[in-house]
């Protein structure tokens, strides 16, 4: 087993990163996003990018750790909380973003783009929360 701290905690500096875009982001109000096709855009491709990085630190739990692969990204999130990585309630919570970030970049339906920018920005912080579990399992990891 060759558990790769350095690639998650890369995957982390990037989801901080991203964060940190959205907080410059979200000093515009959600009329003055959606007035702006563009803006739109940039939370879309926000989401998109945060999740993704979501999804490699999650499967590279899995491989390194050898736990039951997922069917699908979404199923990442429940794979580590039943491994007690993620807290079962927050992966529960968070685990749905795949399906709009899948919406997002797949465009299976119309995406309800107000829903999106008040969702977007009243969980934001739940990334952060991710960021911070995940880094106490790395802190396990180390010291086991």
């Known amino acids: 087993m060759t558990f790769e701290q350095l690639f998650v905690m890369q ?3 990037q989801i901080k990163g991203y964060l940190i875009e959205t907080e ?5 109000s959600n009329e003055e996003i ?3 096709s563009q803006k ?3 939370a879309e491709r926000l989401l998109q990018l945060i999740v993704d990085a979501m999804i490699d630190v999650n ?3 899995i491989k390194e750790l050898d736990f039951k692969a ?3 990204f ?3 999130f429940y794979i580590l909380a039943e491994n007690n990585i993620l807290p079962v309630d927050f992966s529960n919570k968070i685990a749905p973003v795949v399906g709009v970030r899948n919406r997002i970049v797949h465009r299976y339906e119309e995406l309800d783009k107000k829903l999106f920018i008040t969702t977007f920005r009243k969980n934001k912080d739940d990334f952060k929360k991710f960021i911070d579990l995940i ?3 790395l802190n396990k990891l180390a010291v086991g």
């Open 34 to 36: 959606l007035k702006d």
């Open 74 to 76: 979404q199923g990442t």
């Open 70 to 72: 997922s069917e699908d």
């Open 24 to 28: 410059d982001f979200f000093r515009s």
């Open 59 to 61: 499967q590279h739990f």
């Open 40 to 42: 739109i855009h940039v």
């Open 135 to 137: 880094k106490e399992q």
């Open 11 to 13: 995957k982390l500096d």
